[in-house]
């Protein structure tokens, strides 16, 4: 095995040797030959530091070789088995859809198991992001020029800064300009020259950088021995006022942060109980298998991206109405077999449900096996973002943010404006008059269990972008559900939103002062104590129905 | 009369039911050795213990294959612990007890080998514990096939230290007495090495953590000072997804601030979405990657045993694939499964781990084992950057608590004693 | 009526019997016949028939608030394992210099915490006689405080019941926490001896037995006087019909408290005898799963009948044993398919199948 792989390794460096002899025109001089030969052997088999040495060698080759070291960043370099040669491939699921690294000619799709990959260690990604970023420095996004400014702007390398300068003269783009601007900047607060110093700080103090916050805390930190660490009293005093200046938009933005944070929690706490608010809220039902109706709708997520692995981002959305379905047919064969035997007995449908939820649990264990299953997050909901330095929201919180509220509002309507909506409320508020007027209950029930449980699916597709797809993932959040229901008044949509974000928000302002345990414990504390002063709930349900 | 009647025969039926416990025990014929297999199949612990049990159930198989152990078969006793720490202890005795098994195989989390420890020690039984754990403990029944701290976190932190320059360190993990003891280890250790206290945050967080958003805003403050900052995370099982999900959303890529985790294996990644992983890193002593004939047999076993090309192997089995394998031997050269004679005969019994070297069973009841760091790739896998060039001995006691430096574990003669503190020469804290 | 009446008395008094052969002649058979006897019970029988009857105490005490006075508690299991801790803290202390770090005072968690003293909470449960009181009066006055809030602001139903879950939720988190200072996740565990006598000898074993089975014939039987004496009726019409009784001129709320407090000081005994048996207490005797299962328990054997309760817990914890056992892999669907065949088949439980099987046979 051991031997298999050397030989792997200088079939590799073959390859890559051909890639760069072709790549430089013309270049025919031996030695440098031999020396980048030398230098792709050590990329792959050589110590740590001489790895490092490699990539630097690699980088005097110029922009030729971009192409390839991007392929060899994102891991999409590969060897082709059958011919040896150096392919770059893109993932289609059963296998990759390779074209030729060097000519760029497609050679069609093959197995994963027909191409070895070419590995990378965090120091060569890192290695191959500077010079990466070195050969984009001229790209023609913005977007990529900035990310290149910032993989450049944090080192001392003063060839890396000679080309950060000649590209400032050039530059167009004001953001790009400004980030070449800052990375100048804090090199002259580093300088001997005191004016320059201050001026830097003078000017630095309107950015929105964590690099300068560090560097100006640096400068009025006392070290060890009670000494400034700063010398210069003029520079220390600039630097304060900066801090001043820079710490109150620090804190507005971080304040802001905190309420978004709030607030995701809340949507994801919204998301998990409102369909409880309605089973529970509406019907009375003690449902304690709402987590494990979430669950499917998370399993569900699961399997669609296995049936549609080409196109992630379709098959996430797609789930929604899938998990919608699958969770409601669910809910309403429970319904149909279990609860409406126990009507009049809120109670007892916990112990029933109780049961139901074992069962699910442990059928998915059997099917799907113990153990979490991998769903992917389409690439819109990764990432975040970058309002500037002080502020990133993630994308896919915003979107479970805004997810939610559609939920929310679509409920609304359908409770509101549709004829099933109408007949839930009128059982909801009177049973047996509803039933004198001829509403078919029985049938209302059903489609009022499914329209919860189905809503309960679609919690599930958006905790799947956050969390574990086990068959645990229920019971992490069935308690939580309740207390939001409970908080917010039972029988009450509105309750369970504002309820669900308030527990949110005051969570993630705790949180900071508390930890995130006893934060937890301080919000349950404050919904026992609040029940106690409302004991309907924050919109409590009035009129005849509210007594049962 | 009838009534006299009907109150003996209900009688007579609750009495036999409460017999029954007793009966059941005695009906068996003794042709067989049989070994416990005490892992969580449903619960919260069934994610990761589920996986063991095949282990076990393949490691007996094979063995049976093999023509069993004392000219006897092997036969695995199965029972579902349920997560549920008392009923661990009441499985460990009612396989010991009722069941009458020579080893117990099992236990996941500390807790439960802490509710099965007293009753395994009461009976006299053995028991096998494959997972990495806190230390601070050996027991003359249990032997410790997983990694001790200094078989994983210390040469963690070294490698870090060492190869990728961090300056900063962020100690986060879940609350409970393995991250704790780690952490305290660690934070030691740093200290040790002129790590100041400000460079130091240590964050505990619930089990199964889910909304991570504030900690990794912080962990992102805290490293962006320009010093090289990483993560060493004890985060337990269910929470890591969320956290990485976070860790990646926020931006804070494995180049900025690595983490390096202890409890993220093979198996936890292939219920992962990798791409926010990539690059990060886990210290284990074992690895599905590592390239060796014994490994490649030993997962090629694994794919036909449960009939899926896509099961991936994990540390864990590694250890009950040692730890096994040490007992077998044992018992052939103790010539019986009896617990005590077993007990003297595995100290010191060699056998070839799965990464190349030979693990040894050492007079602390730990085994020698490598250390590996490797990086997560997107296929769910660890490529090693960097492994330990000898085998590491366990160290039941770490050297870097002050209330424990002085004490040893020795379970040879004339010391004989898990807890023996070399400067008082006094045996302490053992329950026989 | 009467046949009912009859009924119950008769399943109760079996059930009574029973309870008291298995705690008398079993630890009087272990003390009497040699280990190898047919006679004797081994060691897991006998701590497993033990724990059976701490939970059914626990189940009766739930009965009590859930079957008589209409109080779907969620929270019974917090009760519960506040008594076991405040056991739990008495053997620690007990353990003294045993321990791992060999320290006098501090139990080892503590050591390792780096604490330096014992904080002032733990103090006084060296003595066993102090433990023992705490044991009522912890989860007593708990139950108390906040049954005093609860029921004079008139919490009822579903909202009583969910923060009972939040309740025990909370004291979930707060005992994990290893700041807590109840030695977090792992709880307290490594035992060495009650009374001075060692906590793992058969003999002791034996007693424990025979005490829970004392205890719970003693809870059952003044239980029932209590439920039949007019204070217990007055509860029982609470249940059924709140408003009307308190416009009769009751004050609602104090009997509710009171059968609140009495019963979880019962289930704090019930988690005192537990815990020397198992050998470990740990903060997941509070999750809010346990408690449910406390509830399935009762409903299972039949609720507002105390011996119902009885006989639920020890089912269903005697087949999770068997079943835990037998068929490890999919015990759980058996679990939950008793659990819903019981609920929509059988709304009095098996105490309602047997009683009317009993009147068949009469009538």
Redesign the interface.
Known sequence: MKAKSIKGYCRLAACLMLVFSLAIHGDQDVSKQQLLLNALTNLKQGSMAEREQAIIQLADNGSSSLTILQALLDGQLFILKSDDSLVIGADNNQGYDIRDAITGTAKGAVERTDVGKINLTNKLRVSLRKIIGQLQLSSDDPAIRLAAVKAMGNEEDESALAILKAREGVEKDETVKQAIKVVFLLKDMNSSDKSLRINAIDALKEVNSLDVVNRLNAMVEKDEAGNFVESDIDIRNTAKAALININTRLQLYSSIETVFFGLSLGAVLVLAAIGLAITFGVMGVINMAHGELMMLGAYTTYVMQQLMPNNLAFSVLLSIPAAFVISALVGIAIERGIIRFLYGRPLETLLATFGVSLILQQSVRSIFSPLNRSVATPEWMSGSWQVNDFLSLTWNRFYILVFCLIVFVLLLQILKRTSLGLEVRAVAQNRNMAKAMGIPTSRVDAMTFGLGSGIAGVAGVALSQITNVGPNLGQAYIVDSFMVVVFGGVGNLWGTLVAGFVLGIANKFLEPFAGAVLAKILVLIFIILFIQKRPRGLFPQKGRAADS | MN?IS??LR??SI??A??LL??AS?TVRAEDTIKVGVLHS??G?M??SE??LKDTMLMLIDEQNKKGGLLGKKLEAV?????S????F???A??LL??DKVAAIFGCWT??SR??V???IE?LNGLLFYPVQYEG??SSKNVFYTGAAPNQQAIPAVDYLMN??KVKRWVLAGT???YP??TN?ILEAYLKSKGVAKKDILIN????????W???V??IK?FG???KKTAVVSTING?AN??FY??L????IS??KI?VIAFSVGE??L???????L??H?AAWNYFMSV???KN?AFIEKWHEYTKNPKRVTNDPMEAHYIGFNMWVKAVEKAGTTDPTAVQKAIIGVEYPNLTGGTSKMLPNHHISKPVLIG?I???GQL?T?WQTNTLVDGDAWSDFLP??KPIIADWTAPINCG?Y?TKTK?C??Q?F | MKLIGLGADKIGTTVLIVLAMVSFIIPLCNLVSPADSPLHFSAYTVSVLGKYLTFALLGLSLDLVWGYCGILALGQGAFFALGGYAMGMYLMRQIGTRGVYGDPLLPDFMVFLNWKELPWYWLGFDNFWFALLMVVLVPGVLAFVFGWLAFRSRVTGVYLSIITQALTYALLLAFFRNEMGFGGNNGLTDFKELLGFNIQSEALRALLLMISGVTLIAVFILCRWLVNTKLGRVVTAIRDQESRVRFLGYRVEMFKLWIFVFSAMIAGIAGALYVPQVGIINPSEFSPLNSLEIVIWVAIGGRGTLYGAIIGAVLVNYSKTVLTGLMPEIWLFTLGAVFVLVTVFLPDGLVGLMRRRLQESHS
């Open positions: 009534r009907e109150k209900k009688l609750v009495g039911m409460a416990t007793v025990g199949l449903s919260t069934a994610i589920t996986t199965v029972v579902d612990p349920a549920n720490w008392p009923l202890a009441e499985k005795r009612e007890t009722k500390s807790v802490k509710s420890l007293p009753v009461e601070e403990e190869d990728l609350d409970y007495v704790r003891t305290k505990y967080t619930p089990f199964g953590h889910s909304d958003q504030s900690i805003a912080d403050k962006s000072t320009g269910d997804i969320p999900k976070e990646g959303n926020q931006g494995a180049e690595p198996e936890e292939s219920g992962m979405d990798t791409k926010p990539v690059g890193l390239d060796s004939t490649a990086e790739q997107d296929d490529l950057v209330e424990s807890n503190n006094k302490s804290g329950n």
